[in-house]
């Protein structure tokens, strides 16, 4: 398929920039692929298309304060998006600057930390933090929050609590798992004593989330790797699920991604563990392990709307993008979100 099949037009008014007052009053699209059915809910009408026995898989990463700011040794400004920490003092990034920086180049971040350019792959820059403290350390200390590139602002005290789940436990992040930004503690219980379980997975969303699909063929699209970890109890909590005939759903296309890369890395076998995957999930994917997908609203001529294509169906997601468009929904990180079932529901 092209690129250009996942292309849409979205008035800038849409684009949600701040989040809701409540998590869990946004608005729900439902979506059955089969019939096409269309419903519009909110959210906490989410808990009639669960059933007792069902699992719900989440994914626990915890964002990182990876944003930086600070200047190059001829004086021009930097803006460094840490991508990931290699160690105590080496991580890969993204620099934004009038030049780019060479390598041997010397930076000065938060007017405290040096920093030396060691080299530059095709899209990440491996950094040197010449500090005694750890990279991670200084992240929390003088970095900002990584607000995505469509929302108009600086992030705030809002978004320190916001822009993360409240089950966030595992720090590696620089995008937050947004569709599970919706549920607050109160729903989650709300869950477990309706006889859902509830499990989670770990993958620790990259920079690239945010990169279109820049070639013509999506077949020739690259995707940067990330990591993940599927606990043992998750495989258990979804094996016993499936085995008194419950559902899997999947709390975000990265929850997704997780755990159809390690279907796919053992021949269709969930397996606990930890790994890095570059899974590109397109129309025409066989999914192995998940049947229901909650999501929100994503970016044109994006790999998770093409994913999201895949699962839902191509022509079906068409119709509800337009729908929800319609229907003034909000989209993107702190929009509404998007149920997709892949199976008929009981009567």
């Excluded at 009038?98 to 080299?119: E, F, M, N, R, Y």
């Excluded at 077949?219 to 109890?233: G, Q, R, T």
């Excluded at 068409?318 to 929800?324: D, E, G, K, L, N």
């Amino acid at each position: 398929m092209k690129t250009q099949d996942f292309d849409f037009d979205l008035p800038s008014e849409l684009i949600a920039q701040y989040p809701t007052q409540q998590r869990t009053s946004s608005r729900l699209l439902y979506l059955n692929n089969l019939s096409g059915q269309l419903h519009d809910l909110q959210f906490v009408a989410l808990n009639n298309y669960l059933q007792s026995g069902d699992v719900m898989v989440f994914n626990d990463t915890r964002v990182v304060k990876a944003r930086l700011f600070g200047y190059k040794a001829s004086g021009g400004k930097v803006e460094v998006m840490v991508e990931r920490v290699l160690d105590d003092h080496h991580a890969l990034a993204v620099i934004r600057a009038s030049h780019a920086p060479q390598p041997g180049g010397k930076l000065l971040l938060a007017d405290c930390i040096p920093v030396t350019v060691v080299g530059r792959g095709d899209t990440f820059y491996t950094l040197h933090f010449m500090h005694e403290k750890p990279v991670s350390t200084l992240l929390e200390s003088y970095g900002s929050l990584p607000l995505p590139p469509y929302i108009g602002r600086q992030a705030s005290s809002l978004d320190e609590s916001r822009y993360q789940t409240v089950y966030a436990k595992n720090t590696g992040a620089v995008a937050a798992p947004t569709a599970g930004l919706h549920f607050d503690d109160i729903l989650l219980s709300r869950l477990n004593a309706n006889g859902i379980a509830i499990a989670y997975v770990t993958l620790h969303v990259g920079a690239g989330t945010f990169q279109p699909v820049r070639v013509e063929n999506i077949a020739d699209h690259a995707m940067h790797s990330e990591w993940f970890n599927i606990p043992a109890e998750t495989v258990h909590a979804i094996e016993q699920a499936q085995a008194r005939g419950g559902r899997v759903f999947a709390v975000g296309t990265t929850t997704l991604r997780a755990l159809e890369a390690s279907a796919m890395q053992h021949q269709g076998r969930l397996v606990s563990g930890f790994g890095e995957t570059d899974i590109f999930i397109t129309p025409g994917y066989r999914f192995q392990v998940v049947e229901c997908l909650l999501t929100n609203f994503h970016l044109p001529r994006s790999t998770l709307l093409m994913l999201v294509s895949a699962f839902g169906g191509v022509e079906a997601v068409r119709a509800a993008y337009r729908h929800a468009i319609d229907k003034r929904y909000r989209f993107f990180s702190y929009g509404d979100a998007m149920l997709i079932e892949r199976i008929e529901r009981n009567p």
